[in-house]
């Protein structure tokens, strides 16, 4: 018997909220966003998953994406944050890849290159995330430059959405957009999943949903993944493997910031921060105890949390426990914790094995 927890990774879900983006998106071009080891799903799974329905691959390494190419994929395949250093590009073009350029560095580096293929390229802008891209003022004669620039192929606009999921929305950043590039008939990328689910105008183009892939809402305060159609990929499953029986006025775990204040059942689940488990998430956090909805209780430990049985009399050592995913949404316990499902997904522990389900 080895320790009881497992991560299940279900492929059937993963294709089914990719046929979802595509049902929202008709016009468009998708890109599955697979960076960060796809949220932490597995690069290389996800990517056969999805290898006859995705358009192309997003992501950040190039590592990951010579690994995509090595492994025989022919998509296109789109790196976020483009090249570093000028000596990168040579793999740029023996790969076939397609970099997003957003500083005027890179433009240096790309039109003084001598290359044997020309590249595509997606060229950035900053529209008020103030975060990657160039200025509305740098676009045109970074545009002029790049093509008349011989190893450059098809250029794409592209920028990202800093409040797609929120109140601000988009049409703030769309006049942007709009005003920099009048008079380019480049083909665009504009759509994060958020956007793609709430703003069908920029859905034109190359889409790029990620997070909608896994199964989680990119706005859960607006309407859940449930109710958008998506379906939990990641499930983060466990035991219980001890119970305690405390007395009004014990405390529990490290600090002892939990204290019972009437006798309690607690069960020990074996799932601790070292799991990806978020640390702060607090007393109160949902779990599931043979399949009922129960509460976590005490700070989160390196290899442990406890659970409050009360209402669960079945629930003993080896009872299965669901962290989050299948009948609990990940996107309930990144709430609890103040964070975003992103976090929770991607910090998904090397130790945990992980089981597929077709
Ligand atoms: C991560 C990322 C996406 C995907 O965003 P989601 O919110 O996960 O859909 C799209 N575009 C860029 C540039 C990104 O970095």
């Given at each position: 018997m080895t320790r009881p927890i497992r991560t299940t990774i279900d492929l059937s879900a993963l294709r089914g909220n990719f046929a979802v983006a595509r049902q929202r998106a008709p016009g468009a071009s998708l890109w599955a966003v697979v960076k960060a080891n796809a949220y932490g799903h597995g690069l290389m799974r996800v990517a056969e998953a999805l290898d006859d329905m995705a358009d192309g691959f997003a992501l950040l390494d190039l590592d990951d994406a010579v690994t995509l190419r090595e492994a025989g994929f022919r998509h296109p395949i789109l790196l976020l944050e483009g090249f570093f250093e000028a000596d990168e590009l040579p793999l740029f073009a023996e790969f076939a890849?397609?970099?997003?350029?957003?500083?005027?560095?890179?433009?240096?580096?790309?039109t003084s290159a001598a290359l044997p293929a020309q590249l595509p390229v997606y060229l950035k802008l900053n529209t008020g995330m103030n975060r990657l891209g160039l200025s509305a003022e740098e676009l045109h004669p970074v545009l002029s430059a790049l093509e008349t620039t011989r190893c450059v192929g098809n250029i794409t606009l592209m920028t990202h959405y800093a409040d797609a999921d929120l109140e601000r929305g988009i049409d703030w950043q769309m006049a942007h957009f709009e005003e920099a590039t009048q008079g380019c008939d480049h083909p665009v990328s504009l759509a994060n999943s958020a956007a793609l689910l709430r703003y069908p105008k920029t859905c034109r183009g190359w889409a790029r949903p990620g997070i909608m892939l896994y199964g989680s809402s990119?706005?859960?305060?607006?309407?859940?993944?449930?109710?958008?159609?998506?379906?939990?990929?990641?499930?983060?499953?466990?035991?219980?493997?001890?119970?305690?029986?405390?007395?009004?006025?014990?405390?529990?775990?490290?600090?002892?910031?939990?204290?019972?204040?009437?006798?309690?059942?607690?069960?020990i689940v074996a799932c601790g921060y070292a799991d990806g488990y978020p640390r702060r998430a607090p007393s109160g956090t949902p779990i599931l105890v043979e399949g009922r909805r129960a509460r976590t209780v005490g700070r989160?430990?390196?290899?442990?949390?406890?659970?409050?049985?009360?209402?669960?009399?079945?629930?003993?050592?080896?009872?299965?426990?669901?962290?989050?995913?299948?009948?609990?949404?990940?996107?309930?316990?990144?709430?609890?914790?103040?964070?975003?499902?992103?976090?929770l997904l991607c910090a998904l522990a090397q130790r945990v094995p992980v089981i597929e389900k077709a």
């Open positions: 890849l397609t970099p997003v350029v957003h500083t005027l560095e890179q433009t240096e580096m790309l990119p706005f859960p305060q607006f309407e859940s993944a449930e109710q958008i159609g998506l379906r939990p990929v990641m499930t983060l499953s466990s035991e219980l493997i001890s119970i305690q029986h405390l007395q009004p006025g014990d405390r529990v775990g490290y600090g002892g910031i939990f204290t019972a204040e009437r006798p309690m059942r607690i069960g989160v430990s390196m290899d442990m949390i406890m659970v409050d049985l009360e209402g669960i009399p079945a629930a003993g050592i080896g009872s299965p426990v669901v962290l989050w995913g299948d009948g609990l949404p990940v996107d309930e316990v990144a709430t609890a914790a103040g964070t975003v499902s992103y976090e």
